[in-house]
């Protein structure tokens, strides 16, 4: 449960901060910059996730990792990114970010696009900075969107799976061990299948408590 708690708090804000960042840079540009920008990061949204979770296998391999040979560069030792139960939690946050930021991205971007531009004018007459902009006119006005994704967000840190069967295995000593492989493993591993039924039924009403919580929290002054 600790694990799962920490994928969901680790992930959720810092991929709609980021994906804010990202889409207020983005639709600065040009059209056909922006095309390009957005579809180079909506790429691994399409990309098979048994790929791209191997090749972060690879970039934290041990020996030949290129994380390691960056790091050995700089005059460190090797670490065991997956290996050690103080860097496997981190590790695989990086990757769920990475893998979770694609559509963040188009809907923020294309919400912001749908923005009038006379509040924008209006705020640069009045002396407002880009950073007072973004956080004082541009937020409020996507927050049905921010709001969308951020439940979306949530149940999906809640459901990590593929990653941590690929990367880990729930190890080392169950530290990457979360709630969605724990049911996999109860049920098709030791065959305990009222307990990982029973599991999946705590899972469930955790992420509906959550979500009921977020909508009626966030969901205020918002016009739909």
Same mark, same amino acid.
């Given at each position: 449960?600790?694990?799962?708690?920490?994928?969901?708090?680790?992930?959720?804000?810092?991929?709609?901060?980021? *994906?804010?960042?990202?889409? +207020?840079?983005?639709?600065?540009?040009?059209?056909?910059?922006?095309?390009?920008?957005?579809?180079?990061? #909506?790429?691994? *949204?399409?990309? *098979?996730?048994?790929?791209?979770?191997?090749?972060?296998?690879?970039?934290?391999? #041990?020996?030949?990792?290129?994380?390691?040979?960056?790091?050995?560069?700089?005059?460190?030792?090797?670490?065991?990114?997956?290996?050690?139960?103080?860097?496997?939690?981190? +590790?695989?946050?990086?990757?769920?970010?990475?893998?979770?930021?694609?559509?963040?991205?188009?809907?923020?971007? +294309?919400?912001?696009?749908?923005?009038?531009?006379?509040? #924008?004018?209006?705020?640069?007459?009045?002396?407002?900075?880009?950073?007072?902009?973004?956080?004082?006119?541009?937020?409020?006005?996507?927050?049905?969107?921010?709001?969308?994704?951020?439940?979306?967000?949530?149940?999906?840190?809640?459901?990590?799976?593929?990653?941590?069967?690929?990367?880990?295995?729930?190890?080392?000593?169950?530290?990457?061990?979360?709630?969605?492989?724990?049911?996999?493993?109860?049920?098709?591993?030791?065959?305990?299948?009222?307990? +990982?039924?029973?599991?999946?039924?705590?899972?469930?009403?955790?992420?509906?408590?959550?979500?009921?919580?977020?909508?009626?929290?966030?969901?205020?002054?918002?016009?739909?």
């Amino acid at each position: 449960m600790r694990n799962t708690i920490f994928f969901v708090v680790g992930s959720t804000p810092t991929i709609l901060f980021i *994906s804010i960042i990202i889409a +207020a840079i983005i639709i600065k540009m040009n059209h056909r910059l922006r095309t390009f920008f957005m579809g180079m990061f #909506y790429l691994p *949204s399409i990309t *098979s996730i048994v790929t791209l979770t191997l090749v972060w296998k690879w970039i934290y391999d #041990y020996r030949y990792g290129i994380l390691n040979y960056i790091i050995g560069g700089f005059g460190y030792e090797n670490i065991k990114w997956l290996g050690n139960k103080y860097t496997v939690l981190p +590790a695989l946050l990086m990757v769920l970010i990475y893998l979770s930021l694609g559509m963040p991205i188009i809907l923020l971007t +294309a919400a912001m696009a749908a923005i009038p531009k006379t509040y #924008y004018d209006a705020a640069k007459i009045d002396g407002a900075t880009d950073w007072q902009i973004l956080w004082k006119i541009t937020v409020p006005l996507i927050r049905p969107t921010v709001l969308y994704l951020l439940i979306v967000q949530v149940v999906a840190s809640f459901q990590i799976f593929i990653i941590i069967v690929l990367m880990t295995g729930g190890g080392p000593y169950y530290r990457s061990t979360t709630l969605a492989y724990q049911i996999v493993q109860e049920a098709f591993d030791y065959n305990h299948f009222g307990v +990982a039924s029973t599991i999946g039924i705590i899972l469930l009403m955790i992420v509906s408590v959550l979500t009921l919580i977020q909508y009626k929290f966030l969901s205020k002054d918002i016009q739909y």
